[in-house]
């Protein structure tokens, strides 16, 4: 069974980078047929997607979010990692990470809270 | 960016009874679209890939239809456990897009 795990700090300071890890188990991150995804959500609101990586390392952003977000991947520690900048309170959400395989979101974390607050 | 819009926003209904919700793209996404029900606290849970195929240990009662820009997701037979919010999402292009969601209650 495929897992993946965010880790990272749980408060952030305005003006800020947030920095979010995910851990991914029973399955190899260089596997070529997926992309590694991070998705989030506000209290009480839906699901918006940040943007991905494939194995290969290229990336694909969420437009409202491009100039400020970073994803690369750790294939040696099996992981790949979210680099938000410049953050505000509008970035307090709820951060998943995900896989992404035949064009649909198979495999998800559980979620790590990031408030960001001074 | 391809808009997905879902309806109704949120819905109420009793145990046994069959509710529908719709997602209607904003252009042609063939049947890049999948459903996923989500509960309080917790992530998505992908139930409908490919806008009818059923994911593997997702009960029958679920199933999924339509392509090009309206799809509908139908929840027959409704159990106790249904009690979620769903959402769609369409992977046609760039940026990936999610509904807004629907609330469904439990009467």
């Known amino acids: 069974q495929v897992q993946l795990q965010e880790s990272g700090p749980g408060l952030v300071k305005p003006s800020q980078t947030l920095s979010l890890t995910c851990s991914v188990s029973?399955?190899?991150?260089?596997?070529?047929?997926?992309?590694w995804n991070w998705i989030r959500q506000p209290a009480g609101k839906g699901l918006e997607w940040i943007g991905r990586?494939?194995?290969?390392?290229?990336?694909n952003y969420n437009p409202s979010l491009k100039s400020r977000v970073t994803i690369s991947v750790d294939t040696s520690k099996n992981q790949f990692s979210l680099r938000l900048i410049s953050v505000t309170a509008a970035d307090t959400a709820l951060y998943f990470c995900?896989?992404?395989?035949?064009?649909?979101?198979?495999?998800w974390g559980q979620g790590s809270l990031v408030t960001v607050s001074s | 960016d391809i808009q997905v819009t879902q309806s109704p926003s949120s819905l109420s209904a009793s145990i046994g009874d069959r509710v529908s919700i719709t997602c209607r793209a904003s252009?042609?996404?063939?049947?890049?679209l999948n459903w996923y029900q989500q509960k309080p606290g917790k992530a998505p849970n992908l139930l409908i890939f490919?806008?009818?195929s059923s994911q593997s240990g997702v009960p029958s009662r679920f199933t999924g239809g339509g392509s090009g820009t309206d799809f509908t997701l139908t929840v027959s037979d409704l159990q106790p456990e249904d009690r979620a919010t769903y959402y769609c999402?369409?992977?046609?292009?760039?940026?990936?897009?999610f509904g807004q969601g629907t609330r469904l209650e439990i009467k």
């Open positions: 995900a896989r992404h395989k035949s064009a649909r979101f198979d495999y």
């Open positions: 029973s399955d190899s991150i260089n596997n070529g047929s997926y992309y």
């Open positions: 990586i494939s194995t290969s390392g290229s990336t």
């Open positions: 252009q042609n996404i063939s049947t890049y």
């Open positions: 490919a806008a009818s």
């Open positions: 999402q369409q992977s046609f292009t760039s940026p990936i897009t």
